[in-house]
């Protein structure tokens, strides 16, 4: 059994379709971030557990979804909750941590339609992989939203980064650890309908995941 954290806002739309596709042996764990269309109760129907989280922020989504994971289950996945991803491929990321080839798997995002990933978004997140690979040595082209590693692992890190800086401290601190990070394919599908991204859905989104990546490279 793996534990699946999923950072969530205002998902109510996307909740019940990537819900009911978990594959078995992959528990969801819903973190709500402040909703106010009433994922939290949309989670629960469905039979995720679902923890609410005060702070605002990507990285503290995650963190509080980290805690809650099973400490006896190992590996813990994680994974946006806004229906672009296919649960189906989780083993994907999964299985090489759970066999000991890699401390970390990220997901490297392949749009299955030309209008799944914007295109502001695409560059922003080539720019910020190229800088990773050249700072940090990693075989990395994503900053991969899809990832898994072992939760005791993951928490040693001690990562900080509450808010979208979250996913590049994660891989700069891994590699500093002398992590084994792996890249794997995930399909990337366009957003449930009425859903939109918190963080490249739009240019102003962008923006602020740029600045607060950008923070973390500079420390």
């Not at 890699?102 to 695409?122: E, I, K, Q």
């Not at 050249?134 to 075989?139: Q, S, T, V």
């Not at 394919?185 to 962008?206: E, F, I, N, Q």
């Amino acid at each position: 059994m793996s534990d699946v954290v999923l950072p969530c806002r205002d998902e109510a739309l996307a909740l019940p379709g990537l819900l009911t596709r978990m594959p078995p042996g992959y528990r969801p764990i819903v973190v709500d971030n402040g909703s106010t269309d009433g994922s939290a109760d949309v989670a629960r129907a469905f039979g995720a557990q679902v923890i609410e989280v005060a702070e605002p922020g990507y990285g503290a989504a995650v963190h509080a979804g980290v805690l809650a994971s099973d400490p006896d289950d190992g590996v813990v996945c994680v994974m946006d909750a806004d229906g672009s991803f296919d649960p189906a491929q989780l083993p994907r990321v999964a299985d090489p941590v759970r066999r000991g080839d890699a401390h970390l798997v990220t997901g490297r995002r392949r749009p299955v339609t030309s209008g799944a990933w914007p295109l502001h978004a695409r560059l922003a997140n080539a720019a910020l992989a190229a800088r990773l690979r050249r700072r940090a040595g990693l075989p990395v082209h994503d900053l991969g939203p899809m990832r898994a590693a072992r939760r005791a692992d993951l928490l040693a890190l001690g990562l900080r980064d509450r808010r979208f800086g979250y996913p590049l401290e994660l891989l700069i601190t891994a590699s500093r650890a002398g992590w084994r990070v792996l890249e794997v394919d995930v399909d990337y599908h366009p957003r449930a309908a009425g859903t939109h991204s918190k963080v490249t859905g739009t240019l102003r989104g962008t923006a602020r995941a740029v600045r607060d990546m950008s923070a973390v490279l500079a420390r």
